[in-house]
């Protein structure tokens, strides 16, 4: 059992920057890779980034890509998920998941964060 709690969203400007956090329960974390997802109001969920057990590979959506950086620390079970140049468009509720099948940079998610909001103003 996994339990994943996320913090570090909040209200920016465009053009700011936001480092989210996501800390996970549970001895085995270093057994799981990691994603971020997003849902913004009206959408489906979509993936955002993701990153191997070992830290070693990581993946992101092509509307992030130069701009978020994905990283974890398996000492302190915690995953993080920089966000650079922040535009309106990133404004939305973003989740941490673990994966315990991430094969071919696909997030198949075991465990899910309560989510934490993000909102950049124009």
């Known amino acids: 059992q996994v339990q994943l709690v996320e913090s570090g969203g909040g209200l920016v400007q465009a053009g700011g920057s936001l480092r989210l956090s996501c800390a996970a329960s549970?001895?085995?974390?270093?057994?799981?890779?990691m994603g971020w997802f997003r849902q913004a109001p009206g959408k489906e969920r979509e993936f955002v980034a993701a990153i191997s057990w070992s830290g070693d590979s990581t993946y992101y959506v092509d509307s992030v890509k130069g701009r978020f950086t994905i990283s974890r620390d398996n000492a302190r079970r915690t995953v993080y998920l920089q966000m650079n140049s922040l535009n309106p468009e990133d404004t939305a509720i973003y989740y941490c998941?673990?994966?315990?099948?991430?094969?071919?940079?696909?997030?198949?998610?075991?465990?899910w964060g309560q989510g934490t909001q993000v909102t950049v103003s124009s």
């Open positions: 549970g001895r085995t974390f270093s057994s799981y890779a």
């Open positions: 998941a673990a994966d315990s099948r991430y094969r071919n940079n696909v997030v198949s998610p075991d465990y």
